[in-house]
T-cell receptor
Framework: AQSVTQLGSHVSVSEGALVLLRCNYS??????LFWYVQYPNQGLQLLLK??????LVKGINGFEAEFKKSETSFHLTKPSAHMSDAAEYFC????????????FGQGTRLTINP | DSGVTQTPKHLITATGQRVTLRCSPR?????VYWYQQSLDQGLQFLIQ???????AKGNILERFSAQQFPDLHSELNLSSLELGDSALYFC???????????????FGPGTRLTVL
C-alpha cells in the first residue's frame, strides 16, 4: 500500500526566506508524485508533478521539487517566500497517473511572517 | 478555475438525514473521483467512476453511494448522516489515459457539509 508522510504540520518562514516542505513516500511500484496547494476556503490546485521524467520538477509560483528515489523523498522548495504563499500544502502519491486514486499526506500549513 | 464544478457550496443538515452532492467534471474528462477532507482523517479517497462505471473504491462507508450519469456528471449520496460526516467533500476529474494532462486530477472547490 502507498503512503505519504509530510514532516511538520506547521511551517513558518519569514518573507523572502527559503521555503522547504518535506514529503516522504512509500510505494511498492514506481510512484507518481504530486504537490497540491489549498488556499483558505478553496479547492486543491496542482503545484507540480513527477511522473517518471526529470527528477527536478518545476511548478507554478516559483516552486520546485526533487524526486530522490534513494531517500523516497519529494520535498517542495521555493527560494524566496512571498506573503501570498501562505496556504496548506499537500503531497500525494499514486501508482498510475490519472487512472488511480491519490493518497495524500496530512498536509503542511505554511505561514509567512512579514 | 479548474473547470470542475460542485454544488452546493455549503450544506447544513441534521443527523439521520440524506443529502446529494453534485459534481460536473471538466469538459471531456471521463474519470471522476470523490474525496473527503476532515480534520481527523485528512484527505481520503472515497470512490472513482470512469465513463459511468465504478472503477475503484476507497474508504467509503456503506451509507454513502455514488453514481456517474451518461452526461458524465456525478452525484455522491450520503444517508443516515452522523455528526462525524461533517467534512469538505471534493470531486476531481481527469482526462482519459493517453490524452494530454491525463496524469493530473483537477479538483473542484468542494462542498462543505455540516451535520448538526
Amino acid at each position: 500500500a502507498q503512503s505519504v508522510t509530510q514532516l511538520g504540520s506547521h511551517v513558518s518562514v519569514s518573507e523572502g526566506a527559503l521555503v522547504l516542505l518535506r514529503c516522504n513516500y512509500s510505494s511498492s511500484v514506481p510512484p507518481y508524485l504530486f504537490w497540491y496547494v489549498q488556499y483558505p476556503n478553496q479547492g486543491l490546485q496542482l503545484l507540480l508533478k513527477y511522473t517518471s521524467a526529470a527528477t527536478l520538477v518545476k511548478g507554478i509560483n516559483g516552486f520546485e521539487a526533487e524526486f530522490k528515489k534513494s531517500e523516497t523523498s519529494f520535498h517542495l522548495t521555493k527560494p524566496s517566500a512571498h506573503m501570498s504563499d501562505a496556504a496548506e500544502y499537500f503531497c500525494a502519491v499514486s501508482e498510475k497517473p490519472g487512472a488511480q486514486k491519490l493518497v495524500f499526506g496530512q498536509g503542511t500549513r505554511l505561514t509567512i511572517n512579514p | 478555475d479548474s473547470g470542475v464544478t460542485q454544488t452546493p457550496k455549503h450544506l447544513i443538515t441534521a443527523t439521520g438525514q440524506r443529502v446529494t452532492l453534485r459534481c460536473s467534471p471538466r469538459s471531456g474528462d471521463l474519470s471522476v473521483y470523490w474525496y473527503q477532507q476532515s480534520l481527523d482523517q485528512g484527505l481520503q479517497f472515497l470512490i472513482q467512476y470512469y465513463n459511468g462505471e465504478e472503477r475503484a473504491k476507497g474508504n467509503i462507508l456503506e451509507r454513502f453511494s455514488a453514481q456517474q450519469f451518461p452526461d458524465l456528471h456525478s452525484e455522491l449520496n450520503l444517508s443516515s448522516l452522523e455528526l462525524g460526516d461533517s467534512a469538505l467533500y471534493f470531486c476531481a476529474s481527469s482526462a482519459e489515459p493517453g490524452l494530454a494532462s491525463a496524469d493530473t486530477q483537477y479538483f473542484g472547490p468542494g462542498t462543505r457539509l455540516t451535520v448538526l
